[in-house]
């Protein structure tokens, strides 16, 4: 089992700047992936990002690629979402997942097993 627990989100103006932090506890020595997941309302949860645990290789989505930067501390066993840039259509509840498997398609959220609380992010224009 891998418990994940989500730092508090927040409001940001439009081209502001948030971070975002989880910290797991639990076997998180078989985490192959760590990633991030968006949903805002009456949408389907959406990929933000992943990044492997072992050599921290990233991935992000078109939407927040050259924005977003995720990073981890293995020593800390926590994982981090930088987000800069921020735009409204970037307000939604993010989460932080784990994939225990190594998986070829990190996009989708069926796929990782553990999942962090959910963390409101508002950006205003």
């Known amino acids: 089992q891998v418990q994940l627990v989500q730092s508090r989100g927040g409001l940001a103006q439009s081209g502001g700047s948030l971070t975002l932090s989880c910290a797991a506890s639990?076997?998180?020595?078989?985490?192959?992936?760590w990633a991030w997941f968006r949903q805002a309302p009456g949408k389907e949860r959406e990929f933000v990002g992943a990044i492997r645990r072992s050599d921290g290789t990233t991935e992000y989505s078109d939407s927040v690629k050259g924005r977003f930067t995720i990073s981890r501390d293995n020593a800390k066993n926590t994982v981090y979402l930088q987000m800069n840039s921020l735009k409204p259509e970037d307000t939604a509840v993010y989460y932080c997942?784990?994939?225990?498997?190594?998986?070829?398609?990190?996009?989708?959220?069926?796929?990782?097993?553990?999942w962090g609380q959910g963390t409101q992010v508002t950006v205003s224009s």
């Open positions: 997942a784990c994939a225990v498997t190594n998986m070829i398609t990190r996009a989708a959220a069926a796929l990782y097993d553990y």
């Open positions: 639990g076997r998180t020595f078989s985490a192959y992936f």
